[in-house]
């Protein structure tokens, strides 16, 4: 075996002046400022603070220093060493804000970190298996495999925690990247705030054709979304293109409509689902069919199936004759074939069984639809509805870029863009429980 694990003193260990992260560079104080300019050491130096160590999982990888006798330099983990020298030295940053970044982590750490748990090797060429393992890729299986989004979000939510919502904006940055679609200089200039600020908008995900906000799934063709994703990030870096962070919902829904009237956004839809995650970039210069699904035998059907936004299983007894004919209309509409008027039909349904239920117990219908159904969703619970039940016109009410909100239904109406067939059956199915209430006490 070439190598042994120890506790090393963090004064006996050098940074390595010939790290892959970096041209060779002759002195330390050098090599720690292109460390705090290019590779992201506050965060990390911050974290190492709050937790007190760095992650006992990953020890760094030391070697005995060429020239300096009982001294060491990182194999692996020349960043972290890096925070750590900060850590305990503030003055070796590069500048007086960074100097007095640093002042103030060693300040907040109750224990200062003196010495580091390593792995030490003989030489280089001993770790290089190792160190290749952890930043050269999969190998083939061999290497380190990171989580894919909806694996990262899953132990997120093992833990308590939320999902990123950034997660489909690096997604489709990394795509990018791995297909040639921008340059290296064009997507370090995207901002993912800025993407993630569009992508959380439905409509605008639809113009794309993307299926969700938390995968590569399309269904449209890949050549036609890889077209439209281009135009979009060479758009967030061209300041005159009006595309940026500080947008509102209105002007993301307006590019929207700019790009399917341009002819950018892709113009074929209700293709099968694709996961273009699942592709290798070699794989993308054409639509590839996704596999068949596997013959499984279902207790029930798909709710998606149904040809109506309202299932035949619902039943309600409705005395005014407008809601009545609306309600009839919308329960024998065929939604796969007329998906506009469904939505249409939806929204007026909604809207017309609010106002009603808000008069009847004596209160007002504010204008618009949104402050109704705040005003809805407190009279509710008053009755003694549940926050749960109460949660989707709670996100009606106060999200304008949720797929639930009547602004996105107001935009399918509009024609700003084009509902997919299942989004009203999903609708219905989110607020059905609250539909029940409404209309069942309505006299």
Known sequence: MTYKTQDIALSKIYLDNENPRHNPISNEIEII??????????????????????????????????????????????RRVCALKLLADP????????????QGLKAGMSNPIKTVSAVVFQDKDAARRWVSLRHEG???????????????????????????????????????????????????????????????????????????????KINVPVDEFRSAVR?????????????????????????????????????????????LSAIQPEATAKPVPPPAPPVTTRDNRNPDLRKHVIPSSF?????????????????????????????????????????????????????????????LAELLKTQGMTERDLKILRTMATTPDDVASPDTLGHYVHGGAVPHKTYAFRYWDSIENVMTVVLEKLK
């Open 33 to 78: 400022k292109h460390l705090l300019q290019t590779e992201d050491v506050k965060p990390l130096a911050r974290d190492i603070a709050d937790a007190g160590s760095t992650s006992p999982l990953e020890l760094i990888a030391l070697v005995p220093h060429s020239k300096v006798k009982n001294t060491y330099i990182p194999a692996e983990g020349n």
């Open 91 to 102: 003055q070796k940053a590069d500048t007086e804000a960074n100097k007095k970044y640093f």
């Open 138 to 216: 999969l190998q083939g299986g061999v290497g380190t495999k990171p989580w894919n989004p909806q694996q990262t979000e899953r132990f997120s939510r093992q833990g308590g925690g939320k999902s990123n919502p950034n997660t489909l904006a690096s997604l489709l940055v990394d795509y990018v990247r791995e297909h040639g679609l921008l340059s290296s200089e064009q997507l370090n200039a995207v901002s993912i705030t800025t993407l993630t600020r569009y992508l959380s908008n439905p409509v605008f995900r639809d113009t794309l054709g993307l299926v969700d906000n938390r995968s590569l």
């Open 231 to 275: 135009r979009f990030l060479e758009d967030t870096v061209n300041p005159s293109s009006g595309v940026s962070s500080r947008t509102s919902v209105a002007e993301r829904r307006d590019y929207a409509h700019k790009l399917r009237s341009e002819g950018v956004a892709p113009i074929t839809r209700s293709q099968p689902q694709l996961d």
């Open 315 to 375: 039943r309600v007894r409705i005395n005014d004759k407008i809601l009545k004919r609306l309600y009839d209309e919308l329960k024998e509409l065929d939604a796969t074939q007329f998906h506009f008027c469904a939505v249409y039909l939806l929204r007026t349904v909604i809207e017309k069984s609010t106002v009603l239920y808000l008069k009847q117990n004596v209160v007002v219908p504010a204008q618009p639809l949104h402050k109704k159904l705040a005003q």
